[in-house]
């Protein structure tokens, strides 16, 4: 298991399959990409682009 | 020691442990720069990803979800972030020897400048003005595709 205190709350995933850094991963994927996300923040900001 | 520094695309790829082994070479150091650090915040920060996340982790309030995106986000000590102290004058001299890049582009080649440091981007986010600018000073960019 791995164990992420975020001092208001505990969250617990399992630590196989990659713990909590692959189910960020997956969200990132099922939310259209990093490059999609990063490319609206660009959009909405040119001096990010 | 040699120093690589990463745009948000391969910091997201380091901060969940898929470093791109091409990236960097044993005993290389990683930097960043604040505006690529602030664009990974705001895109992990949009709605969508905060919804995902929180049904992934059992429909978990979406602050929650969201405070778990903010310590996964959490810079390690071994990224290095320079500081605008150090880079300001820098933009602000790209800016007058008449560099065109909006403020994103000028951290980085400044950043670059400071930490003698190879600019890394990922291959869905080359950046040809950037290139450019970074060409015509002699600083090296290299196109991350793995």
Do not use: F, K
Request: proline letters at 4%; aromatic letters at 2%.
């Amino acid at each position: 298991m791995e164990v992420a205190d975020l001092g208001h709350a505990l969250i617990i995933v399992p630590a196989e399959g990659g713990g909590l850094r692959s189910v960020v991963r997956s969200a990132v994927v099922d939310a259209g990409g990093y490059a999609g996300l990063a490319a609206a923040v660009a959009a909405a900001d040119p001096d990010l682009a | 020691m040699s120093t690589v520094l990463v745009d948000d695309h391969l910091l997201l790829r380091v901060l969940l442990a898929d470093e791109p082994p091409s990236l960097r070479t044993a005993g290389a150091a990683l930097a960043t720069t604040g505006l690529w650090y602030h664009r990974l915040c705001r895109a992990l920060g949009d709605d969508a990803v905060v919804g995902s996340l929180s049904r992934r982790l059992g429909a978990v309030d979406e602050a929650i979800a969201s405070d778990v995106l903010g310590a996964v986000a959490v810079l390690p000590d071994e990224v290095e972030l320079v500081s605008l102290r150090d880079l300001a004058w820098d933009m602000a001299a790209l800016l007058h020897e008449g560099t065109r890049l909006n403020l994103l582009g000028l951290e980085a080649l400044a950043a670059a400048r400071h930490l003698a440091a190879e600019i890394c981007l990922a291959g869905v986010d080359d950046n040809p003005p950037l290139r450019a600018a970074a060409r015509a000073r002699a600083v090296e960019v290299r196109i991350i595709v793995d």
